[in-house]
């Protein structure tokens, strides 16, 4: 401290002699005490001098500055530590409050509104909205296997029948259990026209749900029978296809006419 003090006062006299000579040779110029010569250089040597006066005194003041920084911990370096972590903090805490700001939503809620949504737009045969709506939810929940049935869906609805599948079996791998997973498949397949694969999940979603004897299945069933019945018609089997049909109009099928249609039109 005592030393930077000294420094400080050899600072400033500098630059106060470097000051008088300037003004020493100002006024002999003036005066005409002495040559232009000899005065420009006599004002020249005295900015000099005031000059260097300013230059340790700058020296010493960054000194100051560079000694008060080291006394933190790790100096500057210490200091960018600490603003980093300062900013880490805050973005942090940003993320955490937008994360509370998502938990306060109910994501299954807002899959309900949107499967609702697509539902309206399908009966309104409207299936390019009803596909665009439903792929929203993805952002929702990317593994929510009714979503995912839904969408395979919409896919059928667009003839867009391998992404149906695609999106079909993604469900399928979340909850293998659901009871209209197997028959969507076999209908995707008749859809592409691969009767034997449609077959095989058909006759497998039958012997499924017939296992299960309760109300759901029974109703799933109805729906199982009829798809199946178009299949094996366009196969070439109309009287097994109308033995479907009449076991889908005793589950409860409503619209097993409508089937038997469009297999004489076929």
């Known amino acids: 401290m005592i030393f930077w003090y000294r420094n400080s006062v050899l600072a400033s006299l500098v630059s106060i002699i470097g000051c008088v000579i300037v003004i020493t040779g100002i006024a ?3 005066d005409r005490e002495i040559g232009v010569g000899p005065g420009i250089l006599v004002i020249v040597a005295g900015i000099g001098i005031a000059a260097l006066g300013k230059v340790i005194s700058d020296r010493k003041a960054q000194k100051k ?12 370096a210490g200091s960018t530590a600490r603003y980093t972590e300062n900013t880490g903090y805050a973005e942090r805490s940003t993320s955490q409050n937008a994360g509370n700001t998502k938990k306060t939503k109910n994501p299954d809620k807002e899959l309900e509104e949107i499967i609702r949504q697509a539902e309206g737009y399908a009966e309104k045969e409207e299936y390019h909205k009803e596909l665009e709506t439903l ?29 149906a599948l695609d999106y079909y079996f993604r469900s399928a791998k979340v909850d293998p259990n ?4 197997g028959t969507n498949i ?3 397949y008749y859809y592409l026209g691969e009767y034997e694969k449609a077959d095989q999940y058909f006759q497998g979603e039958i012997t499924r749900l017939e296992s299960m004897n309760n109300h759901e299945s029974r109703s ?9 019945a178009l299949c094996i018609g366009k196969m070439g089997d109309l009287n097994r296809a109308r033995e479907f049909l009449s076991k889908a109009e005793r589950a409860g099928y409503k619209k097993c006419d409508v089937i038997w249609n469009m297999l004489m039109r076929a």
């Open 28 to 30: 002999g110029l003036r």
């Open 65 to 76: 500055t560079e000694q008060a920084r080291t006394a933190q911990p790790g100096g500057k």
């Open 135 to 163: 792929l929203s939810g993805l952002s929702i929940d990317s593994g929510n296997a009714v979503l995912l049935n839904r969408i395979g869906r919409a896919y059928r609805h667009v003839g867009d029948y391998n992404a």
């Open 178 to 181: 659901d009871l209209s997973i």
């Open 186 to 188: 076999a209908v995707a």
């Open 220 to 228: 799933m069933l109805g729906i199982t029978y009829a798809n199946y």
